[in-house]
């Protein structure tokens, strides 16, 4: 039987004995025959009206005190129910059966309040004919005995909920557990990530290590792997440039003597400048004593379709016959063409590749260095072998090493000066009045520092 109606029952049955005891009282007093006893058949009462009266307001009030805990009891299992709903998706079907339950006790809670309205007024006609009511009084007697019944029915559903409530707990730690769990195995899962990664990135550092020292390595084999001289004179032709030289001036009564040079040469490079190298003897110009004054120079380089023009002319500081003709990074990267690295360890083999540029011969050579003259290298012309073409090596030919560095230029037939750097002491510029400049005077002075050489140097 529902709670609520359970109340009415016993309110009901509360003003009934509280009626019924008054009129057994009064008829008592006027010696009338007392009223038949009653006795119950799970309880046996001396004055049962009174009894009854005082276990049903005790029952009344316990209901109330009942029901109130269980209201608090219902609002804390919402509660609970719903801060676990995001939690407990398995038990979803349960809680809204038990909200479902709960709006039908509350309707059937609104339905028993206005049936308690109407038993109201009920109670106040039935309080007129309470007299006649003896026999419903033994059956409320039994009414109340199976509302005790139900009393301790409905215990055990109170015990059953709180059970259930526990379980639902239970099933909460259980959940926090397995999500502490969920959580440390993401963390470990995070840190192998982690760990990989950075074993990734070591093996990628050392694959980075690895393929620079095999970039290294491999330029190593390179630097010191010997070259064909057929190789390094495919090399020279297909990278070198042909310059064109006019030097300008008059003799006696206006007589032209200008004169016109072709050279064929290479472009070199110590990491910063770039120049063309070639010997004075293939320019305008002679080292001699006095020097002829030039009115003007001007020329060009040229490489296949492409020219870029001359801005001057240098002697080189070590010997003056080796003149070098500066090329700025723009017009170098214009005319396309392979720049020679000068050759940072020109003793690394002993032999190395001379290249007739102007006349077309090449061939392999044996070389010595010279202890009191470092900057050059001695040409063993007794150990000439391999050359093709005209086989006369003088001075002017382009010697390179065995790696296809540039080794240096033939400053006579036999000596060959090793370039390292370009250092200059003096210039000529083109394009310009050299009138006002004789030139000379610095070709007697560079012809005197050249004859002052050793005889095997000149």
Known sequence: MNRSILIVICDFLLLSLLTFSTDITRMA???????????????????????????????????????????????????????????LGEHEQKTLRLQEQFAASQTNIDSLNRQLESMSLR???????????????????AMATTLQQQLDLLAKSNQLAQTERQRLASQLQLAEVEKKAAAERAAFMQQEVQAAHAETAKLAEGFKTLATNSSALAQEIRD?????????????????????????????????????????????????????LCHVQD???????????????????FRQTTQVPIHSLSFHEQDPRVVMIPVTPA?????????????????????????????GYYGECNFQMELKMPQYV??????????????????GDLVFSRTGELLGIMVNGSYCLTIHTFATTDTIPFDEDLRKRPTGGMLAELYGYVFNMPPRLQ
């Open 224 to 276: 010191n792997r010997p070259l064909a001289p057929n190789t390094v004179f495919s090399e020279f032709v297909s990278n070198r440039v042909e310059a064109r030289i006019f030097g300008a001036r008059s003799g006696l009564f206006g007589m032209d003597l200008s004169r016109d040079k072709k050279i064929i040469t290479v472009l070199a490079t110590d990491g910063t400048n770039y120049f063309a």
């Open 378 to 395: 001695r040409l063993d012309r007794n150990l000439l072998k391999g050359l093709f073409g005209k086989f006369n090596p003088s001075r």
């Open 283 to 301: 320019t305008p110009l002679t080292l001699w004593s006095p020097g002829t004054d030039w009115d003007k120079f001007s020329g060009t380089l």
């Open 29 to 87: 007093d006027e010696n009338t025959q007392p009223p038949t006893k009653v006795v119950l058949a799970t309880n046996a009462v001396v004055n049962a009206g009174a009894d009854l009266a005082a276990v049903m307001k005790r029952a009344l009030e316990d209901e109330r005190s009942r029901r109130e805990q269980l209201q608090q009891q219902l609002a804390q299992v919402r509660t609970t129910t719903e801060q676990q709903q995001t939690q």
């Open 123 to 141: 109670a106040q006609e039935s309080q007129q004919k309470l007299a006649a009511t003896q026999a419903e009084a033994q059956r409320e007697s």
């Open 331 to 359: 017009d170098a990267r214009l005319l396309g063409c392979k720049i020679y690295r000068v050759s940072s360890d020109p003793y690394k083999f002993q032999d190395a590749v001379l290249v007739g540029a102007n006349d």
